[in-house]
C-alpha cells in the first residue's frame, strides 16, 4: 500500500483552510484518511503551517510521499534534514 502526504480542504467558501493528511493512493482524501498530521491556515499574517513534527518524520521513513506543496513546507521547517541525519 502507497501513502501520500497531502493537503485535503476544509473550510467555507472563500475561506480555505487545509488539513495535512495521510491517504492511501487509491482514496480520493474525502474518506479514509490514516492519519491526520496537522493543518495548513493561508489566510492567516504570515500563513501558518503546523504539523507533527515526529509523526511526519515517522511516515517519510515508512515511504510515503509528499506533495509538492507539503514538500516544500516540510523543507522550509527543515524535516527533511532530520531523516537525513539519523
Known sequence: M???I???RR???NRPAYSVIVISDEKDGRGDVI???G????LK???VFEVKDDRVIYWLKVGAQPSNTVKSFIKKRGLFNQINAD
Request: charged share 35%; glycine share 6%; aromatic share 10%.
Open 11 to 13: 473550510g467555507k467558501r
Open 2 to 4: 502507497s501513502t501520500k
Open 6 to 8: 497531502r493537503l485535503a
Open 35 to 37: 492519519e491526520i498530521l
Open 39 to 42: 493543518y495548513y491556515d493561508p
Open 45 to 47: 499574517e504570515p500563513p
